[in-house]
């Protein structure tokens, strides 16, 4: 089944010691998203790639960065983790909108779970 | 700056009944709508959308209304079944990319 996978499931990492999020997908989608999503809120899109362009959301803090080696692979760096990056990070992906009515809505990886100790 | 509001962090209803969940919104520019619903260690699933030009969307049990004057939309499940309980998330977009979440609501249906 074509799909978007997050590895890990769960990361545990010591605070200031950069950490590396993995996403890949199967889909061929064009565009792939970070989202950073804390207890009880909202996802907050960090930023996204279409095709090799990279968008930074504009309160995207520094210590985030991403990679998209090719189009199936997208990874989300976090050079200094602190306690307050403990969050669920989703990735997802789409294709790009042409408009019309149809659905482009996003598929979404399972996610990984980043604990800060 | 939340643009996309869930009111209702979570709401309990009986098996067979109408479940109602609610999201209103900010930016007047948004054109497109959409609910996922999650479970536990998933990620979200694409539920229904709907497109600025439409007020109603129906798929089976789900419908979504938009109301634009009061930029309010609404997601109807008829009848609720207990497969139903997850965390629903509304989203809207300005031209489809870069959707904006709610904080989600969680939904219970008791059996």
């Known amino acids: 089944d074509a799909m978007v996978i997050q590895n890990p499931r769960y990361q545990v990492t010591q605070f200031g010691k950069p950490v590396t999020l993995s996403c890949s997908q199967t889909?061929?989608?064009?565009?792939m998203y970070w989202y950073q999503q804390k207890s009880s809120q909202a996802p907050k899109l960090l930023f996204h790639?279409?095709?090799?362009?990279?968008?930074n959301e504009a309160d995207t803090p520094d210590n985030f960065q991403s990679r998209r080696p090719n189009t199936s692979f997208c990874f989300l760096d976090i050079r200094s983790p602190g306690l307050g990056d403990a969050a669920m990070y989703l990735c997802?992906?789409?294709?790009?909108?042409?408009?019309?009515?149809?659905?482009?809505?996003?598929?979404f990886g399972s996610g990984t779970r980043l604990t800060v100790v | 700056d939340q643009q996309v509001k869930q009111n209702s962090p979570s709401l309990s209803v009986q098996e067979g009944r109408i479940s109602i969940l609610n999201c209103d919104y900010t930016?007047?520019?948004?054109?497109?709508f959409l609910w996922y619903k999650k479970y536990p260690a998933e990620g979200p699933t694409f539920l229904i959308s709907?497109?600025?030009?439409?007020d109603k969307n129906e798929d089976g049990r789900f419908t979504v209304f938009l109301n634009k004057s009061a930029k309010h939309l609404s997601l109807h499940i008829v009848p609720s079944q207990p497969g139903d309980s997850a965390v629903y998330f509304c989203?809207?977009?300005?031209?489809?990319?870069?959707?904006?979440f709610g904080a989600g609501t969680i939904l219970r249906v008791k059996s």
């Open positions: 997802a992906t789409s294709r790009a909108w042409t408009g019309g009515t149809s659905n482009y809505g996003y598929t």
């Open positions: 889909l061929n989608h064009n565009v």
């Open positions: 790639y279409y095709d090799k362009d990279f968008n």
């Open positions: 930016n007047s520019m948004f054109d497109y």
């Open positions: 709907i497109s600025s030009i439409k």
């Open positions: 989203a809207a977009s300005v031209g489809g990319n870069k959707l904006v």
